[in-house]
């Protein structure tokens, strides 16, 4: 049976880590912590071999439907679940309904079910399909169906208690199906606080679900552009406050390190990925310090985050609905792309990283192999962005355990002021 171990709460921060839990029941998952991000399966344009070669690699993979509900017959036909079929096998699955980096498009979703967007376009998911796609990949956790269609500015407080009837309604529909079910033996199910900005329906949503069954918790509807931060502090904290401490507590597309930061504190476990992967997306490397000894990095903060880059935004709006729900630089990280800067760089993009491509590359090279289009740049990028935000969760429990959290905050957020 999954064990939830805390071995400290300071100020609201859980540190810990939860024990014998997943398929295999063997693994182990620390938290504060982050989910390994991927699409259709698999890292971001990585291969095994090369994603075994980052440092702290998270042991929990979060695969979502958008990238993966169009292959579940052929999974299903398969037999042996989503983690043989891709070769993922050795980690611990979560599934979740939609994809972090991905703004979903709102207005789609009906009564008996939700929508996802795949290649192919709209895939309609009621309660049946959603769980017939849920057997055949077999994962460890998954998230139940939702309805968390409440981030825009103009939902009416009718939609959003609509939500949180909806996916209370599914969550007792799927745990009926999960409850009789052979193949979903080994998986457990995550309920999902819906209830957008109104504290009144989240805290309803928070303790209807605590009502249930449930192995764990998501805290859907919180991204970066659906509220103000100060909204969503207070509403972490009020909802956080309702859930029992033995669960885990996962939030989605809450990625960017000061709000981690922020959820931390309000006392949220899990965190995804999708972060690393928009800024390798866009040509940018993170170049954020979490250390005292990053005096190297800080200078390099202090240059990135010197230009605002009026380009990127303008290039990004022409992307249309399907952007990244954070498709702008941030001044976490530096623009590679720029000419002028890096052409003629030769340093390594973070001379204190320990990463294969600071390793081995110069922001020069990164440079010309993201003007030719080169596919490596983006491999290269990758692996150091994910080594550096994987880095960064380390960082955050040894402050944690060390009573060095308010210090390492400040280190991380000194630019964002
Ligand atoms: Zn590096």
Redesign the pocket.
């Known amino acids: 049976m999954m064990k939830v171990l805390l071995s400290n709460v300071v100020n609201g921060c859980r540190v810990g880590s939860i024990t014998e839990v997943g398929r295999h029941g063997n693994r182990v998952l620390e938290f504060p912590g982050c989910l390994l991000y991927t699409r259709s399966g698999s890292a971001p344009h990585l291969t095994h071999d090369v994603l075994q070669k980052l440092d702290s690699l998270p042991v929990g993979v979060q695969l979502t439907l958008p990238t993966l509900a169009e292959q579940h017959n052929i999974v299903k036909d398969f037999q042996h679940g989503i983690g043989k079929f891709t070769g993922m096998e050795d980690f611990f699955l979560y599934c979740s309904v939609q994809d972090p980096a991905v703004r979903e498009a709102t207005g789609y979703n009906f009564n008996k079910g939700v929508s996802v967007w795949g290649s192919g376009g709209r895939i309609k998911l009621e309660v049946a399909d959603f769980m017939s796609i849920q057997k055949a990949f077999c994962p460890d956790w998954y998230q139940c169906l939702c309805d968390g269609d409440t981030v825009s500015s103009d939902t009416s407080n009718k939609r959003v208690r609509k939500s949180v009837d909806r996916t209370l309604n599914f969550l007792d529909k799927c745990l009926e199906i999960h409850q009789e079910s052979q193949e979903l033996k080994g998986s457990e199910i995550l309920g999902v606080i819906e209830g957008g900005d109104l504290l009144e329906e989240r805290l309803r949503s928070a303790r209807e679900t605590c009502k249930r069954p449930v192995a764990g918790f998501v805290l859907d509807g919180f991204q970066s552009f659906a509220m103000e931060r100060e909204t969503r502090k207070n509403l972490l904290k009020a909802v956080l406050e309702v859930l029992p401490e033995d669960k885990p507590r996962i939030i989605h597309a809450v990625s960017r390190p000061d709000e981690v930061l922020e959820a931390v504190e309000c006392g949220v476990d899990f965190f995804d990925s999708s972060f690393p992967y928009q800024v390798t997306e866009r040509g940018c490397a993170l170049v954020f310090p979490f250390s005292k000894k990053s005096d190297v990095c800080e200078e390099t903060m202090i240059q990135s985050s010197e230009h605002a880059s009026k380009e990127t935004t303008e290039n990004q709006q022409c992307q249309g609905s399907n952007e990244g729900t954070q498709s702008q630089k941030t001044e976490f990280e530096m623009e590679l792309n720029n000419r002028q800067k890096y052409a003629q760089d030769f340093r390594p993009?973070?001379p204190c990283?320990s990463?294969y491509?600071?390793q081995n590359h110069s922001r020069a090279y990164i440079h010309h192999l993201l003007q030719t289009g080169e596919l490596l740049a983006r491999v290269l990028l990758m692996m150091?962005n994910f080594?550096?935000y994987f880095g960064f969760f380390t960082a955050i429990r040894e402050s944690l355990h060390q009573g060095t959290f308010q210090e390492l905050k400040a280190i991380v957020t000194q630019r964002t002021k």
């Open positions: 993009v973070l990283c990463c491509c600071c150091h080594h550096h």
